[in-house]
């Protein structure tokens, strides 16, 4: 069993920045594909960003690509997703996933054998 634990969401004026970071308990993450996921309020999930730890690959969603960044730690026991340029629709609570098979569907949440609680970001004047 993975549990996985968020931490670094607060509230950041537009065009600031925040570091988020998952942390795994008792596993390597290595062999997981590792997504972020939001959700804003009165709406569905949104996927946001994976990575894959063993080979690096990384994806975005087009609403991110360009100011947030995926990554992973030395151990391979810790994700993050550094948010630049935050706008008010990157409002939302944040959750990291994590799966081994996930394979090619990495955007496809309902796919994720593991999930965090979640932390929440506000972005707002």
């Known amino acids: 069993q ?3 634990v968020e931490s670094g969401g607060g509230f950041v004026q537009p065009g600031g920045s925040l570091r988020l970071s998952c942390a795994a308990s008792k596993y390597t993450l290595d062999h997981y594909a590792m997504s972020w996921a939001r959700q804003a309020p009165g709406k569905g999930l949104e996927w946001v960003s994976t990575i894959y730890a ?17 990554s992973t730690d030395n151990d391979k026991t810790t994700v993050y997703l550094q948010m630049n340029n935050l706008k008010p629709e990157d409002t939302a609570v944040y959750y990291c996933a994590a799966d081994r098979y996930i394979g090619s569907s990495y955007n496809k949440l309902d796919g994720y054998e593991y999930r965090g609680q979640g932390t929440q970001v506000t972005v707002s004047s």
């Open 2 to 4: 993975v549990q996985l």
């Open 54 to 70: 063993y080979t690096g690959n990384t994806y975005y969603a087009d609403s991110v690509k360009g100011r947030f960044t995926i």
